[in-house]
């Protein structure tokens, strides 16, 4: 059964910084893999995907996420963080045409002026 | 284009009541599925529907259950409601075919209960 792991339950950076949010996933075959985001009280939005070709994949908001196989991971990463970041990341995997998917517990991103 | 549409957005209930959220896809999408996040369990899956059929559904008790209609749009009901389904309630769609696993979410409904 897949799974995801987010390492870091809340991270604290200072904008313009950089930022990586970790993932690590368990799956057996190919996995389908995504990073959303959460403002408070809101639902989620989609960043970016990535299901097969270029493992380098840019999103929305200046996100991107590399995915390493023999790392199991699909690492977000944005080079200068703004204060609007600030929320709450999941990091998800799931398979082809099943919406049954595995939400990691999230990282709470807070953004220092 | 209009986003998935949840409501209603809050709700407070009692023990043993029952509750019904509704859910509006996005047009032309065919499968919504639904969450449940809470603080303790964070996001898990519940069901999805997809041309008014479940096509699959999570490790959820019995009370809790949903259908699809004809317009695709979708409501899920709680029934003999308990504490620890105090949570927020997250409905998503996606289109057939390429990009099914897209979700595009709801705000959400936050159901309390007391």
């Known amino acids: 059964a897949q799974s995801v792991t987010q390492p870091d339950i809340h991270i604290t950076v200072s904008e313009g910084a950089s930022l990586e949010l970790r993932c690590n996933y368990s799956y057996g075959a190919t996995p389908y893999l995504f990073w959303y985001v959460q403002s408070p009280g809101q639902g989620l939005q989609l960043l970016l995907k990535?299901?097969?070709?270029?493992?380098l994949v840019q999103g929305i908001k200046g996100f991107e996420a590399e995915f390493k196989r023999s790392q199991s991971s699909f690492n977000l990463r944005k080079p200068s963080v703004h204060w609007s970041d600030a929320a709450e990341y999941f990091c998800?995997?799931?398979?082809?045409?099943?919406?049954?998917?595995?939400f990691g517990a999230g990282t709470r991103l807070t953004v220092k002026p | 284009k209009a986003g998935v549409t949840q409501t209603p957005r809050y709700l407070i209930k009692t023990r043993g009541q029952q509750v019904t959220l509704s859910c509006s896809p996005i047009?032309?999408?065919?499968?919504v599925s639904w969450y449940q996040q809470t603080p303790g369990q964070g996001l898990q899956f519940l069901f999805e529907?997809?041309?008014?059929?479940?096509?699959n559904k999570g490790n959820f008790p019995g009370r809790f259950s949903g259908r699809q209609f004809s317009n695709s749009r979708s409501e899920m009901n709680v029934s003999t409601l308990e504490l620890g389904d105090s949570a927020l309630y997250l409905c998503?769609?996606?289109?057939?075919?390429?990009?099914?696993?897209?979700?595009?979410f709801g705000a959400g409904s936050r159901l309390t209960v007391l």
């Open positions: 990535y299901f097969s070709g270029d493992t």
């Open positions: 529907y997809f041309s008014e059929t479940q096509r």
């Open positions: 998503a769609s996606s289109p057939a075919g390429p990009g099914a696993n897209v979700l595009t």
């Open positions: 998800a995997v799931g398979t082809y045409n099943n919406n049954d998917m595995r």
């Open positions: 047009s032309g999408h065919r499968s």
